[in-house]
Nanobody
Framework: QVQLVESGGGLVQPGGSLRLSCAASGSSFSITDMGWYRQAPGKERESVAA???????NYADSVKGRFTISRDNAKNTVYLQMNSLKPEDTAVYYCNAEAFLYTDSGDYTRTYWGQGTQVTVSS
């Protein structure tokens, strides 16, 4: 069983910066891929950035050059550094992680989601 706890959201002015973090906790698991999604009112959830355990990254075109995803495998934590924020970035941001779970009855993978953190970019 894995839990993802997000932090770092808030209200910032256009052009400002925020750093989101998401830490995975639990027992008998190993995190593989991690990423960030966001969802604005009336819109579908979209992928923002993703990172593999080995550090390979991928970004949505809308955030390339402004956002940076990183991770600390020792801490099972993923970060999203958001710079040059725009009003269009306003959304609830969700952490996502794929976990490999070890159980007595067998091993399996499962996708987990954080609780979501609000990011509002407004003057």
């Amino acid at each position: 069983q894995v839990q993802l706890v997000e932090s770092g959201g808030g209200l910032v002015q256009p052009g400002g910066s925020l750093r989101l973090s998401c830490a995975a906790s639990g027992s008998s698991f190993s995190i593989t891929d991690m990423g960030w999604y966001r969802q604005a009112p009336g819109k579908e959830r979209e992928s923002v950035a993703a990172i593999t355990r080995g550090g390979r990254t991928n970004y949505a075109d809308s955030v390339k050059g402004r956002f940076t995803i990183s991770r600390d495998n020792a801490k099972n934590t993923v970060y999203l550094q958001m710079n040059s924020l725009k009003p269009e970035d306003t959304a609830v941001y969700y952490c996502n992680a794929e976990a490999f779970l070890y159980t007595d009855s067998g091993d399996y993978t499962r996708t987990y989601w954080g609780q979501g953190t609000q990011v509002t970019v407004s003057s």
